[in-house]
């Protein structure tokens, strides 16, 4: 006996657009076509072929985290995951723990710290800064923090941490675990794992990487693996706890069913990023960035974050007085296919520099997109001068921004 009839649903061809949208927000970010190909592919979770995809999933993580040593270990999970993973295995109850916040994903780093246990103390950095290395250090010294949590590209305000280094080195000498949110900004500008005594680097699949959400990459220092290894409190999270997860990603043996699709894809798209090699892809997005920031400038539009403290992987755009930016998006999607990001609470909107955003022929489409929604929305630009910028920012030949 069945008394609940299905329900009647359109099927996704009905759903979903004839060309999908450019994704050109703050992620997730379009993916290259191997990517999607390894996306689409199941095998066993155990066994030989998975052995070998995992072992060069860790050798390219260590080449992307610039870390020989790091335990690279994979979750199940959004962006979100990797963080709770690095945060509830390295922070004991009652340690103390100063959390660098810059605004709303560094302030989720602040909440989960609490939630497990820690004594957080909440470092307010004034919107559209960033961090300053006095200012932590003064904190650092009025308190004895065993964790410090900052992260390097602030997506919410599209604020760059640019002193990530010498604040990591800091922390670093005064005995602190190191952990930094890096979902955004990883593999598209340096972060150097070893040299600058970082222990925990998050990040997640959707973003500077260009792969799918819900699988995500997090790597562990010795000196945290150490601290995990050593740690006396129970693990309350079963399917984050670090010492689980290394079963499956050191031992060949189970924890849960990997999610093996989405673990191939980001094998995919660690691959791309060591055949193109860090320094020409941190070149690419930083070619693409400025060339995009200039044109939207050239057009008549204003950026959100001085130029000392912005971030190049999502950039922050100021929406002309009595324009509506949701208005400028829903003619951006509806009219051009380009899809961007609002923000939360502000009158602005975002664009994403991250992995396969940053290429010649999508900075074209989305710039004119953009500067023609906005005059639709009844601003005055000139979306000439936009595009001519754009193009004379990214026409440099030492790089191949195709
Ligand atoms: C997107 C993002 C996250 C969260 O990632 P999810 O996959 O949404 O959980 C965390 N930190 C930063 C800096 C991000 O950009």
């Given at each position: 006996?069945?008394?609940?009839?299905?329900?009647?649903?359109?099927?996704?061809?009905?759903?979903?657009?004839q060309?999908?949208?450019?994704?050109?927000?703050?992620g997730?970010?379009?993916?290259?076509?191997?990517?999607?190909?390894?996306?689409?592919?199941?095998?066993?979770?155990?066994?030989?072929?998975?052995n070998?995809?995992?072992?060069?999933v860790?050798?390219?993580?260590?080449?992307?985290?610039?870390?020989?040593?790091a335990?690279?270990?994979?979750?199940a999970?959004?962006?979100?995951?990797?963080?709770?993973?690095?945060i509830?295995?390295?922070?004991?109850?009652?340690?103390?723990?100063?959390?660098v916040?810059?605004g709303?994903?560094?302030?989720?780093m602040a909440e989960?710290?609490?939630?497990?246990?820690?004594q957080?103390t909440?470092l307010?950095?004034?919107?559209?800064?960033?961090?300053?290395?006095e200012?932590?250090?003064?904190?650092?010294?009025?308190?004895?923090?065993?964790?410090l949590?900052?992260?390097?590209?602030?997506?919410?305000?599209?604020?760059?941490?640019?002193?990530?280094?010498?604040?990591?080195?800091?922390?670093?000498?005064?005995?602190?675990?190191v952990?930094v949110?890096?979902?955004?900004t990883?593999s598209?500008?340096?972060l150097?794992m070893?040299?600058w005594?970082?222990?925990?680097?998050?990040?997640?699949?959707?973003?500077?990487?260009?792969?799918?959400?819900?699988?995500?990459?997090?790597?562990?220092?010795?000196?945290a693996?150490?601290?995990?290894?050593?740690?006396k409190?129970p693990?309350?999270?079963?399917?984050?706890?670090?010492?689980?997860?290394?079963?499956?990603?050191?031992?060949?043996?189970?924890?849960?069913t990997?999610?093996?699709?989405?673990?191939?894809?980001?094998?995919?798209?660690?691959?791309?990023?060591?055949?193109?090699?860090?320094?020409?892809?941190?070149?690419r997005?930083?070619?693409?960035?400025?060339?995009?920031?200039?044109?939207?400038?050239?057009?008549?539009?204003?950026?959100?974050?001085?130029?000392?403290?912005?971030?190049?992987?999502?950039?922050?755009?100021?929406?002309p007085?009595?324009?509506?930016a949701?208005?400028?998006?829903?003619?951006m999607?509806r009219?051009?296919?380009?899809?961007?990001?609002g923000?939360?609470?502000?009158e602005?909107?975002?664009?994403?520099?991250m992995?396969?955003?940053?290429?010649?022929?999508?900075l074209?489409?989305?710039?004119h997109?953009l500067?023609?929604?906005?005059?639709?929305?009844?601003?005055?630009?000139d979306?000439?001068?936009?595009i001519?910028?754009l193009?004379?920012?990214?026409a440099?030949?030492?790089?191949?921004?195709?």
């Open positions: 006996m069945h008394s609940l009839p299905p329900p009647s649903v359109e099927s996704l061809d009905d759903i979903l657009p060309e999908p949208l450019l994704m050109m927000g703050a997730p970010v379009p993916i290259p076509h191997k990517v999607s190909y390894a996306n689409s592919i199941v095998i066993n979770h155990l066994g030989e072929t998975m070998k995809v995992i072992e060069q860790k050798a390219m993580g260590r080449y992307v985290f610039q870390s020989a040593s335990q690279v270990l994979g979750v999970g959004p962006g979100s995951a990797a963080m709770e993973m690095a509830a295995n390295l922070t004991a109850p009652g340690e103390r723990v100063l959390s916040c810059n709303y994903f560094s302030r989720r989960m710290a609490t939630r497990v246990g820690g957080v909440v307010e950095v004034p919107n559209f800064e960033y961090a300053g290395v200012r932590v250090e003064a904190a650092l010294k009025a308190g004895d923090y065993k964790v949590t900052i992260v390097q590209g602030e997506t919410s305000n599209t604020v760059f941490n640019r002193d990530l280094q010498a604040i990591a080195q800091l922390a670093h000498e005064r005995g602190c675990v952990i949110d890096a979902v955004c990883l598209t500008m340096p150097e070893e040299a005594n970082v222990d925990a680097v998050i990040t997640g699949g959707q973003k500077g990487l260009s792969s799918i959400p819900g699988v995500s990459l997090l790597a562990l220092s010795e000196k693996w150490r601290k995990i290894e050593n740690r409190h693990m309350a999270h079963w399917c984050l706890d670090a010492l689980l997860a290394d079963n499956f990603w050191n031992k060949k043996s189970y924890h849960y990997a999610p093996v699709s989405g673990v191939l894809a980001i094998h995919e798209a660690l691959r791309l990023v060591c055949d193109e090699t860090l320094p020409r892809r941190f070149e997005h930083l070619v693409c960035s400025k060339a995009l920031q200039r044109g939207i400038e050239a057009m008549g539009l204003k950026l959100l974050v001085p130029e000392a403290a912005r971030l190049n992987s999502v950039i922050g755009i100021s929406i007085q009595g324009v509506s949701d208005a400028v998006r829903e003619h999607s009219v051009h296919r380009v899809e961007i990001s923000s939360f609470g502000l602005i909107v975002r664009i994403g520099q992995g396969e955003q940053s290429r010649a022929h999508n074209f489409r989305t710039l997109a500067g023609s929604s906005v005059q639709h929305a009844g601003a005055a630009l979306l000439p001068a936009g001519a910028e193009e004379k920012g990214l440099q030949e030492s790089v191949t921004v195709a």
